[in-house]
C-alpha cells in the first residue's frame, strides 16, 4: 500500500478553519484519497473522498494538489465536535482500507 | 446511530469461551470488513468478504473464524482466545463493482471485548 504521512496531532480553536495536511508522495494513479475521522468511543466516519479534483461535501472540503503527492483536509468552522482523529488513506481499485497513525485534532474553545 | 449494528457492545470471555460477534446493515452493501482496534492505535484490517466469500484474510489466526450467512450479516467467532486479543472489534460495510476503490465505507461503534 502507498503511505501516507499526517502530523500527530494539531489544534485549532472554535470556529474557525482548519486545514489537515496529508503527504502520500508515492501516491499511484487509481489511488483515491479517502479522509475519515473517528471521535472518541466511536466507529470511524467518512468524511470525504477524492481522486484527482477538489471535492466540498457537508462535513468538509478536500484539496488534492496538482500532482496529487499531498492534500489538505479542509473544515471550515472547527466546533468541539470535530475534535477527532483524522485519517487520510489511500485506497486502490481493492477493498482493503488501511488506516495510518491519523492527526488528533484538538479543538478549543 | 449508525447504520452498521454491532453485537454485543461490551464482551467479556475467558480463554476457554467461544463466542461471536454479530454485525447487521441493509444498505444493500455487498463488501463487509472485521477490524480489530486496540487502544490509542488506528484500525487494522483483519477480514474482507465480498458478495458473501472470503476475499481477503490478513492473516489473522484460526482462533478468529469469520462468517457471513447472508448479505446483511457478518459475523466472527471466537475461540480459544488470549488477553492480547482484548480490542475494540469494527465491522464495516461498502458498495462493491467498479470503481469500489471509491466507495466509501461504513462503520458501527464495535465491540469492546475483553478476555480474561
Known amino acids: 500500500d502507498a503511505k501516507t504521512t499526517q502530523p500527530n496531532s494539531m489544534e485549532s480553536n472554535e470556529e474557525e478553519p482548519v486545514h489537515l495536511p496529508c503527504n502520500h508522495s508515492t501516491i499511484s494513479g487509481t489511488d483515491y484519497i479517502h479522509w475519515y475521522r473517528q471521535l472518541p468511543s466511536q466507529g470511524p466516519e467518512y468524511v470525504i473522498h477524492?481522486?484527482?479534483s477538489n471535492v466540498n461535501n457537508r462535513m468538509a472540503s478536500l484539496a488534492i494538489a496538482e500532482d496529487r503527492k499531498s492534500s489538505t483536509l479542509i473544515l471550515h468552522r472547527a466546533t468541539l465536535r470535530d475534535a477527532a482523529v483524522y485519517y487520510c488513506?489511500?485506497?486502490?481499485?481493492?477493498?482493503?482500507?488501511?488506516f495510518g497513525k491519523g492527526t488528533s485534532l484538538l479543538v478549543t474553545p | 446511530d449508525t447504520e452498521v449494528t454491532q453485537t454485543p457492545k461490551h464482551l467479556v470471555m475467558g480463554m476457554t469461551n467461544k463466542k461471536s460477534l454479530k454485525c447487521e446493515q441493509h444498505m444493500g452493501h455487498r463488501a463487509m470488513y472485521w477490524y480489530k482496534q486496540k487502544a490509542k492505535k488506528p484500525p487494522e484490517l483483519m477480514f474482507v468478504y465480498s458478495y458473501e466469500k472470503l476475499s481477503i484474510n490478513e492473516s489473522v489466526p484460526s482462533r478468529f473464524s469469520p462468517e457471513c450467512p447472508n448479505s446483511s450479516l457478518l459475523n466472527l467467532h471466537l475461540h480459544a482466545l488470549q488477553p492480547e486479543d482484548s480490542a475494540l472489534y469494527l465491522c464495516a460495510s461498502s458498495q462493491v463493482g467498479t470503481g469500489k476503490g471509491g466507495s466509501p465505507l461504513h462503520f458501527g461503534n464495535g465491540t469492546r471485548l475483553t478476555v480474561t
Open positions: 477524492g481522486l484527482t
Open positions: 488513506i489511500l485506497r486502490d481499485s481493492g477493498y482493503a482500507l488501511n
